[in-house]
């Protein structure tokens, strides 16, 4: 894909947005509580998805050195100054990123595909934090067998 291609597609998600948020202001009270339901899980795997185009963004622009170049003293800072995001936030997100891409590539394939993101990788991610003990339980009996899958969807 092209990087015209590319940004077209991003125009088209955020006018698909604005056009749903103006159909749901005008029709959520129609709506059957299935489908309240319904769009509820929806909406929960889009953000997700697009948190993974985020972290991906975030990687690419750590890898180009964008930061450097407009004399920001690192993507955290820039990150928190031109987003206007706490710079704990920032700096969770760029350990996320980097982590995902460099050590864990497989893991952010699938959470691409998937609608679980933020809580389940940050336990990994975060500096000092432990997997919980069913993880590491799962990890010996994956190295005695043969690789497992990731199915969170």
């Given at each position: 894909?092209?990087?015209?291609?590319?940004?077209?597609?991003?125009?088209?998600?955020?006018?698909?947005?604005v056009e749903f948020r103006?159909?749901?202001?005008?029709?959520a009270w129609q709506l059957a509580e299935a489908d309240v339901v319904d769009l509820t899980q929806r909406h929960h795997r889009l953000v997700a998805q697009l948190?993974?185009?985020e972290l991906g963004l975030v990687r690419e622009l750590d890898t180009r050195g964008v930061p450097d170049s407009l004399a920001a003293c690192s993507t955290r800072a820039y990150l928190s100054g031109s987003l206007r995001i706490s710079p704990q936030l920032a700096s969770e997100q760029t350990r996320m990123a980097t982590a995902l891409a460099e050590r864990y590539p497989d893991t952010?394939?699938?959470?691409?595909n998937c609608g679980r993101l933020p809580m389940t990788v940050t336990i990994f991610t975060t500096p000092g934090a432990r997997a919980?003990?069913?993880?590491?339980?799962?990890?010996?009996?994956?190295r005695r067998s043969r690789p497992a899958r990731v199915r969170w969807c």
């Open positions: 894909m092209s990087s015209a291609e590319t940004l077209t597609a991003y125009a088209d998600l955020e006018s698909a947005v103006k159909r749901f202001n005008d029709g948190q993974s185009i952010a394939a699938a959470l691409t919980p003990r069913r993880c590491a339980r799962a990890r010996a009996r994956r």
